[in-house]
């Protein structure tokens, strides 16, 4: 709690007055002592504790003056009622605070309402909020579009349980404090965990973390969670946006995790045929942002528009985009070149959480293991490699990753295809290829456990309609050959095709990776990032759903990478008719297909573009489209 407190208070603009901070239930100052580790106590104006314990306040007031800060005061008095001395212009220091904190407190103060009042009183309007963490028990139910509902419900045993046994030590966590205050204070950030200090994952207390502000008004039409997410997520932000969504509508909770924890289009190719032009306005599919990031990197005062229905895929987006703002190469370098870094959880709490929507914050809070996995001895002795864990590993596209090494080590050529990561020479990684890979994959039992709907939408992410898209134009054993074959004898794996370094070693190198994770590209985005040059709206919906709130002609380019595999022709229909209303004369729709003559390029054509092949994938062929290749065609179409 203290970590995200001192986050938000780093994003006051500079020059304001110093901060006022009343510290409710602060026993020993213990809270006042730490916050100096991350906020320094010499940065706020004054700082009060206050405790009705007078024992404790002793303790407090020896602490502080050991430290020698003069601007610690000690209040020995009630929760409900302190006076606080030196707040000045106001009926007891009303609309004067900048932050009010209540550690493991709340639960223990029997007026509770008058104190949750009282806070709301104290802070200032604009600038004020407050930090609590305690334990809880939750309801039996909760409001299905809460924002804070992740992680919110106890089972029945907890919620019996821990209440009944805190309140033997006076210690109330009846759901009715959490809601009074959730009630009176606007949400800025939460977070619902569960304490394991006792005995590990066998004894769990349920607790929160809840950082509001007073509330400014809903508006009657939205609902709770759409009002979380709509005032987050402007805040202290100007080169991104994340537009209001609902969690809980079951479009987006079916996610639970980022189907792509990386892009799998060579941007590369996109940028050629976009031509990109300062002021353009692209709307493009969010996947795991790495494009998006390389157009930006690669021009300046872009408009983008990041649209995934998936929300996770957008958390991971925004998680890219508050790193680049606050940290250094190496730490960005460590979390998504190498894709670990064991100071995640520190770096999320102090550094980033403030320039995080409420959401992201909770999908990156609970899954902190992604960077800083564990591992067992005993995993590690039995699966190796197999064992080790990072960003690249998680999601769909991790499942898969795993998938591969496994298929490598049993078809006995996972040290050959280790060593294709160390090959300079093109023509010696081809001669690798043929002679002791090319067979063992192409010709055997391993095509057959792909070629099916299940596995290759959970390991690839690719649906059924796309799978009959090319089953339609010849058999997987082809499409397989058309794809690996030019790309490991025409590209580096160890030099310039980070996509396939990336499906072997699970990580980049410094010599092989996207644009924006090297130092020159990392610095040029860094710069549009701070400097606000280029924008970033990001979008939970649909491409339609967007698309139907945007004006005619509003938009240059539209990137839409492979889903038009995916739809009927009602969707495509849909989807096509309104990019003709948005894209303006003369702007770019590109797409790429499973398919060498895909079935809808006669949709866009009726609705009034010219459709032309950039790229088509023939048989045989030796020359790869991209660096990815795994697409038999790549399109764009031109609004006349």
Not at 568 to 586: N, P, T
């Amino acid at each position: 709690m203290l970590k995200l407190c001192a986050a938000k208070l780093a994003l006051q603009q500079p020059g304001t007055r110093k901060p006022v901070w009343v510290d409710i239930g602060g026993g020993t100052g213990w809270n006042i002592k730490q916050m100096d580790k991350y906020f320094g106590i010499v940065n706020f104006e004054h700082v009060y504790l206050v405790d009705l314990c007078k024992p404790l306040c002793e303790i407090a007031m020896q602490r502080f003056k050991a430290k020698g800060w003069s601007n610690v005061s000690v209040v020995c008095q009630d929760a409900a009622s302190f006076k606080l001395d030196g707040i000045k212009n106001s009926v007891d220091g009303a609309g004067q605070i900048d932050l009010i904190t209540l550690s493991y407190s709340l639960s223990m103060i029997d007026a509770f309402y008058e104190v949750i009042d009282r806070i709301s009183r104290l802070l200032c309007p604009n600038t004020g909020f407050v930090g609590v963490v305690d334990f809880y028990v939750s309801d039996t139910a909760r409001v299905a579009d809460s924002a804070c509902s992740l992680g919110y419900q106890c089972n029945w045993l907890t919620r019996v349980f821990w209440k009944n046994w805190f309140e033997l030590d006076h210690v109330y966590l009846h759901p009715s404090r959490r809601n009074y205050l959730e009630h009176r204070l606007e949400t800025v950030k939460v977070y619902n965990g569960r304490n394991h200090f006792i005995v590990p994952y066998a004894i769990q207390i349920p607790y929160y973390i809840f950082l509001g502000r007073p509330r400014q008004g809903l508006d009657k039409n939205q609902s709770a969670a759409e009002l979380v997410a709509s005032t987050q997520i402007n805040d202290n932000c100007s080169s991104w946006s994340r537009l209001a969504y609902n969690p809980s509508k079951p479009e987006h909770a079916q996610f639970s995790t980022y189907i792509y924890g990386f892009t799998w289009e060579d941007p590369q190719r996109d940028i050629e045929v976009l031509n990109l032009s300062s002021g353009d306005k692209v709307l493009a599919i969010t996947s795991a942002g790495d494009n998006i990031l390389a157009y930006a990197a690669h021009q300046n005062r872009l408009t983008l528009h990041c649209v995934d229905m998936n929300p996770c895929q957008n958390h991971l987006l925004e998680l890219k985009l508050a790193s680049l703002h606050f940290l250094d190469y190496t730490r960005f370098w460590s979390l998504f070149g190498n894709g670990y870094c064991s100071e995640f959880s520190d770096i999320l709490d102090l550094e980033i959480s403030g320039k995080l929507t409420l959401q992201a914050y909770q999908f990156w809070r609970r899954n902190v293991g992604t960077f800083t996995p564990t591992r067992s001895k005993i995993g590690s002795w039995l699966l190796g490699d197999l064992a080790e864990r990072n960003l690249y590993t998680t999601g769909y596209s991790g499942t898969a990753l795993h998938f591969l090494r496994l298929i490598m080590k049993i078809l006995g050529i996972h040290k050959v295809t280790q060593q294709l990561l160390k090959t300079p020479s093109v023509e010696t990684q081809s001669q690798l290829w043929t002679s002791k890979i090319r067979r063992r994959i192409i010709g055997s039992l391993v095509l057959s456990l792909f070629d099916n709907p299940a596995a290759m939408w959970q390991l690839l992410g690719v649906p059924i309609n796309q799978l009959k898209m090319l089953h339609s134009e010849g058999s997987m054993s082809q499409y397989v050959r058309d794809t690996l074959d030019p790309v490991a004898t025409q590209t580096s794996f160890a030099t310039e095709n980070y996509f396939y370094h990336l499906l072997l070693a699970r990580r980049y190198s410094k010599t092989c990776c996207p644009a924006y994770l090297t130092k020159p590209g990392f610095g040029r985005l860094q710069d549009a990032v701070r400097n606000a040059s280029s924008r970033f709206i990001l979008h939970t919906a649909t491409i339609v759903e967007v698309l139907e709130g945007m004006k005619e002609g509003e938009l240059d380019k539209a990137v839409l990478m492979d889903h038009m595999d995916w739809f009927s022709l009602e969707d495509a229909e849909a989807e096509v008719s309104m990019l003709a209303r948005v894209i303006k004369k003369g702007g770019i729709v590109v797409w790429r297909s499973a398919a060498r003559i895909p079935w809808y390029i006669s949709v866009f054509e009726n609705h009034g573009f010219d459709v032309q092949a950039i790229a088509v994938r023939q048989p045989n062929t030796t020359e790869p489209i991209d660096r990815v290749n795994m697409y038999a065609s790549f399109y764009k179409a031109i609004k006349l």
